[in-house]
Structure formats: C-alpha cells, structure tokens
C-alpha cells in the first residue's frame, strides 16, 4: 500500500510572515495541532501548538505580531506519496513524529499522514503497535 492511498489531502498550511494569533486561530477553527509553513509551493518547516506556546507564549512574545517564522519549527520530516507506508511508518518510528508531511515529485505538498491514518487503513497492528510505540519513546535518558 502507497501513502498516498491513506493520506489526508485537505491540507491547511501557512505562510512564515503570519501571525502566531492567526497561525492559532487556525489551528483552533480546523482542531489541528500543527500546520505546514510554506512559501509558495515550497514548504519551510511546520508550527505546532507546542512551539506556540513554549516558544513563544513562555517567552512573553506577543502573538498578534510575531511571525510564525520566528517559532517554527524548521526542516519538516516528510515522504513522498509514493512511499510504501511500512517505510513512512519506519520514518515516523525513527524521527519520533506524529505525522509526516507528504510531497510529490515535484517537492509540492499534498497531503499529511499521520498515525491515526496508519491505523485506519492499516491491516497489520504489528506494524502500527511498533510506530506509536517508537514515536512515544523517550528520545532522552535521564541521568542516574
């Protein structure tokens, strides 16, 4: 099975000069919690809630005029819409991501898988139990 038959294609994205308000608002109205920041076609990096408020909020910044570009969260983990979804699950597990974006040859986004599309359309829970189980792993030790 290829991303592509899974993916979500609606996408909302952002461009890097909007506001976090307006960036949040977004997120809010679509119940989303990160968007895609792109520049035309080409796509920069992403904005999350978590950067929204830990980066900016934390910091005292004011959302109604800093730009999204000044939080997000740059270079994207995708893969292309051709991929085999055991190799986005393979990245997802290895990046410890949510979701990837997906992009098309001609490196234009087209859509979002995440892991709740692995396991609607997955068939193998093997598969899907190892992803999350990758993603939701610590990626720091604590010291003893």
Same mark, same amino acid.
């Given at each position: 099975?290829?991303?592509? @038959?899974? !993916? %979500?294609?609606?996408?909302? *994205? ?8 307006? +960036? /949040?608002?977004? =997120? &809010? ?40 570009? @000044?939080? !997000? %969260?740059?270079?994207?983990? *995708? ?8 190799? +986005? /699950?393979?990245? =997802? &597990? ?51």
């Amino acid at each position: 099975m290829e991303v592509h @038959e899974i !993916m %979500t294609r609606s996408v909302e *994205f952002v461009h890097p000069e909007t506001t976090l308000q307006e +960036a /949040a608002e977004r =997120m &809010r109205l679509h119940d989303l919690g990160f968007l895609p920041v792109c520049d035309r076609e080409r796509v920069l990096g992403v904005v999350t809630d978590r950067d929204i408020t830990v980066r900016a909020t934390a910091a005292g910044r004011d959302s109604e005029i800093t730009a999204v570009r @000044e939080v !997000m %969260t740059d270079g994207a983990v *995708f893969c292309n819409e051709d991929d085999d979804v055991r190799s +986005a /699950a393979r990245l =997802m &597990r290895e990046r410890q991501v949510r979701r990837l974006l997906v992009l098309d040859h001609a490196h234009r986004l087209v859509g979002v898988v995440s892991l709740g599309d692995l396991a609607s359309a997955a068939h193998d829970g093997e598969m899907v139990g190892h992803t999350l189980e990758g993603v939701t792993e610590p990626s720091w030790a604590p010291e003893t």
